[in-house]
């Protein structure tokens, strides 16, 4: 592994081998995951020489268990890890990738919903959540060009994960969780291949879900795709505000620069169920944000509409902040464009 390499270095280095490590998490935890992410490549669950759960218990559970033991003792029964003397790898060969990461998900969100949220909560949470995501990571992994069916043959090299776009799994995530839990390939049916006489699935995405996807699968571009391409910034910069806002629900906390957009994302998420580990959710509410083109001006215009203020002193208002009064009927129409959803 290579000293001091930036995580955009190791991003471009490993491809798809990379796994993220965040910020604000424990450094032995991190530094476990770095050296494991170098030698997973050849690793499943279904390998007796490479078997990735033998790598889990070798380098990811004494980290753990470090980790662990500087904790205090209220915390140790939010971490399925600590519960049983039960470490990762032994929870994950009885019951699989997606358990783990799901009792990750389960003991986070009981102590999100007990915490003060003090620095020492936070690192917690943060560490906690990235564990979450390195098991969804190890659920992808699997041995290049494995066959599903004797007659049906998909790279399982590629990993399954989130839309780049929005919350919802990949166009692969998808296929490979219906074909885990019903057998059933959803989606267009079979070709076969002229020269093996054998058959092929359409190349699934594994950046994108099916509504994002670049192409549909009659080679024509998509339209949604596009729109969504274009507003990428914006979105990403929605998905931090929210995760910003939601791991600190008591303050403002959203740091966007202005008071009053920073106030809108207090008041919406004030009372919200969501929480830090609910990453799908709160990217599927940007994707929704942005889309329905809720910009950071129509956000002033609810928390001042909130405050009580008419359209003609929200007009005022934000003519001393942009440099251009609006008018009542300006206030009006924008108002008539915002989904109920994001009225606060």
């Not at 494995?146 to 839309?163: F, G, H, Q, W």
Request: aromatic residues 10%.
């Amino acid at each position: 592994m290579k000293i001091f390499e930036t995580e955009e270095n190791a991003q471009k280095r490993l491809g798809l081998y990379y796994i993220p490590v965040w910020e604000h998490t424990d450094e032995t935890v991190v530094h476990a995951i770095r050296i494991f992410r170098e030698k997973w490549h050849s690793y499943s669950d279904k390998s007796k020489r490479y078997n990735i759960i033998k790598l889990i218990k070798e380098l990811i559970d004494p980290s753990v268990s470090e980790y662990l033991s500087r904790l205090p003792n209220h915390y140790l029964s939010f971490c399925p890890a600590s519960i049983k003397n039960c470490n990762y790898s032994d929870l994950v060969k009885l019951r699989g990738f997606s358990y783990t990461a799901d009792q990750i998900h389960f003991h986070l969100r009981n102590f999100v919903n007990h915490s003060s949220h003090t620095e020492q909560d936070m690192f917690f949470i943060s560490t906690q959540d990235m564990l979450k995501s390195f098991f969804m990571y190890c659920e992808g992994n699997r041995p290049k060009n494995s066959k599903l069916a004797p007659d049906l043959y998909v790279n399982m090299e590629r990993k399954t994960r989130i839309c780049a776009l929005c919350g919802n799994p990949t166009e692969f995530s998808s296929f490979i969780r219906s074909w885990k839990e019903n057998g059933v390939i959803e989606g267009e049916e079979n070709e076969d291949n002229e020269k093996s006489g054998k058959k092929k699935r359409p190349d699934f995405s594994q950046t994108y879900c099916l509504n994002h996807r670049p192409k549909l699968h009659d080679g024509s571009w998509n339209a949604t795709y596009k729109q969504a391409k274009r507003s990428t910034k914006q979105f990403e910069q929605e998905v931090l505000r929210l995760r910003r806002q939601i791991a600190h629900p008591d303050r403002y906390n959203a740091k966007s620069g202005d008071n009053l957009v920073d106030e809108y994302f207090y008041h919406y998420l004030f009372d919200s169920s969501l929480d830090p580990t609910n990453v799908p959710e709160l990217r599927n509410l940007a994707r929704r944000m942005v889309d329905s083109r809720l910009t950071d001006n129509k956000k002033r215009i609810l928390v001042l509409h909130k405050q009580g203020l008419s359209n003609r002193e929200i007009g005022i208002k934000l003519g001393g902040l942009t440099g251009s009064v609006l008018t009542n009927q300006a206030i009006s129409k924008a108002l008539g464009t915002i989904r109920d959803e994001f009225i606060l």
